[in-house]
């Protein structure tokens, strides 16, 4: 951040600086000296309660109030989501700053939209990414380690996505996002443990490189068709239950990686998506990331709220159906209850590299 001043200065005079009540806090002693020296006219604003319609509707009028000439947006996913949404609809530059390893929203073209109540409603694809993006270690710092476990959780579901949604796609930057994602796996696979032990080390650094970075230039080389898949629908599904509200992005979609392997080997006989999601069960046990529905917290969910949950994430629009296969909300909820189950099927090959 000390060295982003002339950076930052470039894009305008009055920034509005949108984030949590909390980053609002941490930012200062790392703002104010830019503010200072480049003579900066700020005011700041909550995106609070979400990203949502409404709290967009309530920041562009302080756009428009301010007369701001740029965004600074900071803090987790959320946060940036809806300063690089507002900064797309006021035609304005944006500069995003993540607090925490658990996002690469930082970097890409795309804010997704939630309900007064956090339920996932739509997504909006941006003209562009961020004109500035900060990655300072010691902002990240700052966040709790859970936050960079679900990131490492989001993260590695790029791979797990990207490889089914881009099919049998031959175009150049669709190859090269979806072996961009097969590196981001292997790195987190290999050095999360370590990175999670010692946030002073380079396995660190390079973790959340790699949460933050990574994952956000695959989205950018991979575009439409590296999209999500079944791990973000059935996230997407977990956020219309209040109980599920307490655990994090990341972990829902980790959860939910399982639960999309579950279902390549129920309906599709895919033994490649066994083994996977063996490895991937051992990984999460190393690193702490939820493996059921119990780790998540959701042990007592009733057979409703899991049906619910199974056909938000069957709507026609969901990304569930860039599977090669059709899925029912029964055999959705199926899947969501054995992502642990490791029967019958003899685990041979690991998967391709
Ligand atoms: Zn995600």
Not at 4 to 22: D, E, M, Q
Not at 31 to 54: G, N, R
Not at 92 to 116: D, M, Q, R
Request: hydrophobic share 40%; charged share 15%; with cysteine.
């Amino acid at each position: 951040m000390s060295q982003s001043g002339t950076a930052i200065a470039a894009l305008g005079k009055r920034p509005l600086i949108v984030g949590g009540n909390h980053t609002l806090e941490i930012i200062q002693p790392y703002i104010q000296p830019i503010i200072q020296e480049y003579k900066l006219e700020p005011a700041q604003a909550s995106y609070l309660p979400d990203c949502t319609e409404s709290s967009l509707t309530k920041l562009r009028e302080t756009v428009a109030t301010h007369k701001a000439d740029f965004i600074i947006g900071i803090g987790g996913g959320k946060a940036l989501d809806t300063a690089k949404l507002l900064a797309h609809q006021c035609q304005i530059s944006i500069v995003t700053i993540p607090t925490s390893g658990a996002t690469c929203a930082a970097w890409t073209a795309l804010s997704n939209i939630y309900s007064e109540t956090s339920a996932f409603q739509y997504d909006v694809t941006l003209a562009r990414c961020p004109d500035l993006l900060i990655l300072d270690y010691s902002l990240i710092r700052t966040a709790p380690q859970r936050m960079l476990v679900a990131g490492i959780g989001d993260a590695i579901a790029k791979w797990y996505e990207a490889s089914v949604s881009s099919g049998k796609s031959t175009a150049t930057l669709t190859i090269a996002a979806v072996q961009q994602a097969r590196i981001l796996r292997d790195i987190l696979l290999q050095k999360s443990t370590a990175a999670l032990e010692n946030d002073r080390g380079d396995d660190w650094r390079e973790v959340v490189d790699a949460t933050v970075l990574l994952a956000g230039v695959i989205g950018g080389i991979g575009g439409a068709n590296c999209r999500t898949v079944a791990a973000h629908a059935v996230h997407n599904g977990l956020t219309h239950i209040q109980c599920a509200h307490h655990a994090l992005h990341g972990e829902k979609v980790a959860y939910g990686i399982l639960v999309q392997l579950r279902l390549e080997e129920m309906l599709q006989g895919n033994q490649l998506a066994v083994s996977a999601r063996k490895q991937l069960l051992e990984f999460y046990t190393d690193i702490g990331l939820p493996q059921t529905l119990e780790d998540l917290g959701l042990g007592n969910i009733s057979l409703s709220q899991l049906r619910q949950t199974a056909e938000v994430a069957c709507q026609p629009n969901s990304d569930i159906h860039r599977l090669p296969f059709s899925v029912s909300p029964e055999q959705l909820m199926a899947a969501m209850v054995s992502t642990r189950e490791l029967a019958e099927t003899p685990v041979g090959r690991e998967i391709p590299g």
